[in-house]
């Protein structure tokens, strides 16, 4: 694989976390289905996650046959209350413990992004570490790796890898997996457990470095 062959699959590799991040929007089945997001996201995950894509082309069948209704009421039940969450989605109820919020893992969380020149929107209505913002996170790392290889900057290039991995390794891969045995748990609807599978297979058995072309590897090897 040279540079440009894997710009193109770092540049799916990006949208899948853009595309992964906008499934756990509340559902409205017009704006979702419009937007083709189950069957890009299927097609993106062919190519980089191939396990993954099998779970996100079920994903588009079950939400097209599922209620409005019903799948708002499972992502109530599930992320937002008023009840106690089913499966909150914030990094710091699985990291910090007694499902405490805005933990001291959500402090580095947030240095990480503001080290990364991100602040919090304010009209964010979420967490910090909610599973939307660390998954919209990684596109935004994984878009300046590309424009710095566009640019053939290669040790700009290598250190936002490098941020990939230690964001996901530090953060998102240490609670993704009981976040979603939860989702697993609580879902009554099966939108919302095929979300789980398809989330968790691609975030852990997908590596930054995993398909490195070998001028990055060797540019890598001096660093």
Same mark, same amino acid.
């Given at each position: 694989?040279?540079?440009?062959?894997?710009?193109?699959?770092?540049?799916?590799?990006?949208?899948?976390?853009?595309?992964?991040?906008?499934?756990?929007?509340?559902?409205?089945?017009?704006?979702?289905?419009?937007?083709?997001?189950?069957?890009?996201?299927?097609?993106?995950?062919?190519?980089?996650?191939?396990?993954?894509?099998?779970?996100?082309?079920?994903?588009?069948?079950?939400?097209?046959?599922?209620?409005?209704?019903?799948?708002?009421?499972?992502?109530?039940?599930?992320?937002?209350?008023?009840?106690?969450?089913?499966?909150?989605?914030?990094?710091?109820?699985?990291?910090?413990?007694?499902?405490?919020?805005?933990?001291?893992? #959500?402090?580095?969380?947030?240095?990480?992004?503001?080290?990364?020149?991100?602040?919090?929107?304010?009209?964010?209505?979420?967490?910090?570490? =909610?599973?939307?913002?660390?998954?919209?996170?990684?596109?935004?790392?994984?878009?300046?790796?590309?424009?710095?290889?566009?640019?053939?900057?290669?040790? #700009?290039?290598?250190?936002?890898?490098?941020?990939?991995?230690?964001?996901?390794?530090?953060?998102?891969?240490?609670?993704?997996?009981?976040?979603?045995?939860?989702?697993?748990?609580?879902? #009554?609807?099966?939108?919302?457990?095929?979300?789980?599978?398809?989330?968790?297979?691609?975030?852990?058995?997908? =590596?930054?470095?995993?398909?490195?072309?070998?001028?990055?590897?060797?540019?890598?090897?001096?660093?």
């Amino acid at each position: 694989m040279d540079i440009k062959e894997f710009v193109c699959r770092e540049k799916k590799r990006g949208d899948c976390y853009r595309l992964l991040s906008a499934c756990f929007y509340q559902p409205e089945k017009d704006v979702f289905l419009q937007e083709g997001i189950f069957e890009n996201l299927a097609a993106l995950l062919k190519e980089v996650s191939p396990e993954a894509s099998a779970f996100a082309a079920e994903m588009g069948k079950v939400f097209l046959i599922s209620g409005e209704v019903d799948l708002n009421v499972d992502y109530a039940r599930l992320f937002v209350g008023p009840n106690e969450l089913l499966a909150p989605p914030y990094g710091s109820v699985y990291l910090d413990g007694e499902r405490r919020v805005m933990g001291d893992s #959500t402090m580095e969380v947030i240095k990480m992004y503001e080290e990364q020149g991100l602040s919090i929107d304010k009209e964010f209505r979420n967490l910090p570490d =909610h599973i939307t913002a660390e998954l919209e996170f990684m596109y935004y790392l994984i878009f300046r790796e590309i424009e710095a290889l566009e640019k053939s900057d290669i040790a #700009t290039a290598l250190n936002s890898i490098k941020i990939q991995e230690l964001f996901l390794n530090r953060f998102l891969k240490q609670w993704v997996q009981p976040f979603c045995n939860k989702m697993r748990e609580g879902a #009554t609807n099966g939108f919302y457990r095929l979300l789980a599978d398809c989330a968790l297979t691609f975030i852990n058995n997908f =590596h930054p470095g995993d398909v490195l072309p070998e001028e990055l590897l060797n540019a890598n090897a001096q660093v």
